[in-house]
């Protein structure tokens, strides 16, 4: 299987991008989140120059449910007769375009002043099409990668691992600065599990996000580095 990975980033808020993926297989693409609604008009013109079209596009797969990640998810399901795959843990956030759903809930103050912000406007929110979980494959849409969960930045957190190493990590990790992981955690203990769990992982490069793609073992040597600088 021949993928070639386009990397479409996005404005997403303050000085900060937003990452979409739009990979092409032997058998059409696939697209890895989708931005935040704002820039629709920019992720269709990406689309259209890479040649993906209503018959070519074969499934939109959401790494969790925040609005900057599913913002053109309803909307291009509609335009492109596509189907939407997101883990049920974080089904609720899309369907009710509440980004604090199933999360750890914050103080009452702070949870309104950024529902403001971090809100799925209604025309956009959605019902995915289906779950995915741990352990499923996406071959049938002709992407030979494995769905894994890695949850920390929300629950339904889940990454896509291919054959050949690459893995899109959604926002477990980042590479605004350096290779680590993303800031904003909703379960620190769960993410530093998730990061764990990578260890027992063939990966080459991830494509996070938000940042630059990196080497996983430029993430390994940066952990590596923080571990011997905080015991000195």
Known sequence: MTLEINTITMPFMFRFTVNCYLVRTDSGFILIDSAKAGVRGEIEQALNNAGCTPDNLKLIVLTHGDFDHCGNAAY????????????????????????????????????????????????????????????DYLTEYGFDAEVIEIP??????????????????????????????????????????????????????????????????????????AEAESVR
């Open 76 to 135: 291009l399901r509609g335009k492109y007769g596509v189907k939407v795959a997101l883990h049920d843990l974080d089904r609720g956030m899309v369907e009710r375009g509440d980004m604090f759903w199933n999360r750890k809930q914050p103080n009452f103050l702070m949870k309104n002043l950024m529902g403001l912000l971090v809100r799925l406007p209604k025309a956009d929110q959605f019902t995915p099409d289906f779950g995915i979980q741990q352990g």
């Open 152 to 225: 920390g930045h929300s629950k339904g957190s889940i990454g896509l691992l291919t054959v050949d190493g690459d893995l899109f990590c959604g926002d477990l990790l980042a590479n605004t600065d350096k290779p680590a992981l993303w800031s904003i955690m909703d379960d620190l203990e769960a993410a530093h599990a998730s990061v764990e769990k990578l260890k027992g992982m063939k990966i080459n490069t991830v494509y996070p996000g938000h940042g630059q793609p990196f080497s996983m073992q430029a993430f390994w040597d940066q952990q590596a580095g």
